[in-house]
C-alpha cells in the first residue's frame, strides 16, 4: 500500500457540522481539533527572530545546545536524568516521526503494528503506509508474535488516558519479549488534571521505574506544540535506545529530515523557560474547569480525560448524532469514529479554543440542561 492508496482525510467529513454549527446566532465554538489559539511565547520568538542567519544546512541531530537542553528538559520535568546526546533526535514535528516510524525501521506486509483502543489515527496510517497490519489492542497479552512496532501514549489522545509506570513495565517487558520497539507517544505530558497526576509527573517511557537503567527498544516521542503553542513551528523530538535513535538518524540523513536552525535555536530556548509552560497550563486548567462541568450538566460522561488538552465525552448514542445535537447548540466536536472503531458513541472536545469560546460554549451546554 502507497500513499495514493490512503483513505481520503476523515476530517473532510465534519464540514457538514461546521456549516451547521456556524449559522448559530452567537457564532460557531469549534472544539473539533486541538491547534493552539494561545500566542506563542516571546522567550521563543526572539529566539527564533535572533537565529535567522542561517545560511549553513542544520545537522539532522540537531545542535550541541538543543540535544543538551532536551536532555536537561527530560532529567527536570520528566524524572529521566543521564540522556546523552546518541539518545537524542529533533523532529519535524511529531506527526512526520509517528506516520514514518514503521518505514524508518524496515517494516513490512509480514509485520503488526500496535497503537491503543482509542487512537490518533496516524499510527494506522504510518502502519498502513508499509503494507504492515495495525492492530487496536490495550492490554500487553493481546499482542501476536509478529509484532514490531508498539505505540502507548500517555496521557492519550483522544481519551486523555494515563498510564502509570506499572503499566509501561508491562508493556515494555512484552514489546521486549517480541522483539519489538515501544514507542511512546507522550506530547501531553505537562497538563495533569486529577489525582495524582494533577501533582506528580507522569510517567515516561524512560523513567527509570520503567526501564531500571535499560534503554533498549524503547522511543520516546514528544512535541512543543502543546505546552509552548508551539504547532506552527514543528518543532519536537525523539529520545532512548542510542542504537535505536543511530539507525534513525542515518536513515534521516538520506532522505533529508532535519529540523530549520531558527527552530532548533527556538526550541532550545522553550525548553529552558519553564515558566511559559506553567502559564500555559493555567489557562488549560481554567478552560477545562469551566467547560467539563457544563458539558456534563447538558446529559453526557466524560470517560478518562484525566490529563492532556481533551474531554472524550458520550451521551450513549452514536457520534454523529451527538455531533448533530452539538452543532445545533453552535459547537463543533470530533466524533469518536475518527479514533477507531472501539468508540461510535464518544466525542472529543478539546480545550484549545479561547477563553471567550469556551465560555460561549458553556453556557449553550447548561441552558439545555
Known sequence: MGVADLADYPWDSVAPYAARAAQHPGGIVDL?????????PRVVADALAAATDAHAYPQTVGTPSLREAIAAWYARRRGVPGLTSASILPTVGSKELVAL?????????????????????????????????????????????????????????PDGRVLDAAALVAAVARARELGAVLASDEC?????????????????????????????GILSVYSLSKQSNLAGYRAAFAAGDPDLVGRLVASRKHLGLMLPAPVQAAMTAA???????????????????????????AGFRIDASDAGLYLWATEGRDAWESLGRLADLGILAGPGHFYGIHHPDHVRLSLTATDERIGAAAERLRAVS
Open 101 to 157: 516510524l514503521p518505514l524508518l525501521l524496515g517494516l513490512g506486509p509480514a509485520d503488526v503494528v500496535v497503537h491503543p483502543r482509542a487512537a490518533y489515527p496516524t499510527y494506522e496510517v504510518g502502519a498502513r503506509l508499509v503494507g504492515a497490519t495495525p492492530l487496536a489492542a490495550d492490554e500487553p497479552a493481546e499482542w501476536p508474535a509478529n509484532t514490531r512496532l508498539v505505540w502507548v501514549n500517555s496521557p492519550g489522545n
Open 32 to 40: 473539533s481539533i486541538g491547534s493552539p489559539v494561545d500566542a506563542t
Open 188 to 216: 501531553y505530558a505537562e497538563f495533569g488534571w486529577e489525582a495524582p497526576w494533577e501533582t506528580e509527573l507522569i510517567p515516561s517511557a524512560l523513567d527509570p521505574r520503567v526501564t531500571a537503567g535499560e534503554l533498549r
Open 271 to 297: 525548553l529552558g523557560d519553564d515558566g511559559h509552560v506553567a502559564a500555559q497550563k493555567e489557562r488549560y486548567r481554567a478552560r477545562r474547569a469551566l467547560l467539563k462541568p457544563a458539558v456534563e450538566q
